[in-house]
């Protein structure tokens, strides 16, 4: 085959590879649309259905309501029309009996006056003392009008255009949430979740992340607060969780729409603590130690169960309860666990006492960070200077110092400084010691 041929052909699987990225590309950016439009028509059919049950709903609630006031108000008017009726009632039976009561007293007066001479003068007698005791001047009271109730209705209108008013403000369509998780950082047995504000119109008071395993239906609350990122932890590694966030405005009492749920994992295995160390006592999970009575007044370090500190991480310890100081109290990162020293202050670990001075390979330096108390946080940042180790003839196989840059926290300080090692590490142990009882102390 020619020069000139071989050229072509080369050329021509250029453009056939250029071709299948170019359709791989495009396919990527068809599923892209297939899922932002399901993701369009799935949320607008949740939307409808949210909007549908509320409004009915309200319906149902307001027209319960109305009914309710209506049949209220109804029997206010029966229990007004039976009281007021009732004595009109009465005086009507007394008016009615009376007339009854002249009836028979004209004619009885008739038939006096009718009867013959004989009888006459004992009828008349008889009827005359009749007359006397029905007391003819006597008659019943009978109410005027204006002191008779005349029941009306008050029907405000103002109601109506209060209810319209609200009405016309009630509910709202958003076509995309306030807050959205903006980064998911995988820790050891745990997942670090930032959020952020999207929306500038929207001035937050809380806000609240939820998480659910990607098998489960049902999310779970993780944090409500004003922080913008949470640490949740106790997560099972290389499996799926879904996390969102939503917030609330400034003086109101609903949650905005959540955010786009967005799947997270860790593939870190989480921090604990060695089990069985004398002295100290564990949490079921193994994250939080106890630094009990037995062997009080004898320091002894207790280290993490495996080295799962690795650079690029931020490792926390949380202190919980405090007990009695002592200068040998020390919390920190080692390239190893060693049983022959009672404290971390030594050499190949950098520590913090809990008076706050920071020691490197056994040496306390001169910066010096807040005492250690309870509630405080201390976090260790490490991130390599060095790949290799570091000798005279920059030959690795030589030995020589390992370089590390760490930054310790405490309080709102910090001190950076380099740590020198013997030989390379892929990851480091973690321990603390405490001569006294009391000290308890969470590690993620």
Not at 125 to 147: C, H, N, R, W, Y
Request: charged share 25%; net charge negative; glycine share 6%.
């Amino acid at each position: 085959m020619s020069i000139e041929a071989e050229a072509l052909l080369q050329e021509a699987k250029e453009s056939i590879e250029a071709a299948q990225n170019y359709r791989s590309e495009l396919q990527q950016r068809l599923h892209g649309l297939s899922q932002a439009r399901k993701q369009v028509r799935g949320s607008a059919s949740q939307t409808r259905d949210a909007l549908q049950r509320h409004f009915q709903e309200l319906q149902v609630a307001v027209s319960r309501l109305l009914t309710e006031r209506l049949n209220a108000l109804l029997q206010e008017v029966d229990n007004i029309e039976l009281d007021s009726v009732s004595p009109l009632d009465d005086c009507q039976k007394l008016i009615e009996s009376g007339v009854s009561t002249a009836d028979e007293l004209l004619r009885e007066g008739e038939a006096a006056i009718r009867c013959g001479i004989n009888e006459k003068e004992d009828k008349l007698g008889s009827f005359t003392k009749k007359a006397l005791q029905i007391q003819l001047d006597s008659l019943p009271e009978v109410p005027v009008l204006v002191d008779v109730p005349c029941l009306s209705a008050q029907l405000d209108d103002s109601l109506l255009h209060m209810f319209r008013s609200h009405v016309a403000r009630h509910g709202s369509v958003a076509s995309h949430p306030p807050v959205q998780i903006e980064e998911l950082v995988e820790r050891p047995g745990g997942v670090l979740v930032r959020w952020c504000k999207v929306d500038d119109d929207f001035t937050p008071q809380d806000y609240r992340l939820q998480y659910r395993r990607g098998n489960s239906s049902q999310y779970e609350d993780a944090y409500i607060g004003k922080d913008n990122e949470f640490l949740v932890l106790h997560l099972d590694p290389h499996i799926d969780h879904l996390f969102r966030v939503c917030a609330r405005g400034e003086g109101r009492t609903e949650w905005s729409p959540w955010s786009i749920p967005q799947t997270g994992y860790t593939t870190l295995a989480p921090h604990e603590w060695l089990p069985g160390v004398d002295g100290y006592i564990l949490s079921s999970r193994k994250n939080i130690a106890m630094r009990s009575d037995s062997s009080a007044g004898h320091g002894g370090v207790l280290y993490s169960n495996s080295s799962t500190y690795f650079c690029g991480q931020t490792l926390t310890f949380k202190i919980t309860a405090a007990g009695q100081t002592d200068k040998r109290d020390s919390l920190g990162v080692c390239a190893d666990s060693r049983t022959d020293t009672d404290s971390l202050q030594r050499d190949q670990a950098v520590c913090i006492s809990t008076n706050g001075a920071v020691f490197v390979n056994g040496k306390e330096m001169t910066n010096q960070l807040p005492a250690i108390t309870v509630g405080s946080s201390v976090t260790f940042d490490m991130e390599m200077v060095n790949l290799f180790p570091v000798s005279n003839n920059n030959n690795p196989s030589d030995g020589g110092n390992f370089k590390l840059r760490v930054t310790i926290g405490s309080g709102n300080r910090e001190v950076v400084f380099d740590w020198l090692l013997d030989q390379v590490v892929d990851s480091l142990f973690f321990g603390c010691s405490f001569t006294h009882p009391g000290w308890k102390v969470l590690v993620f």
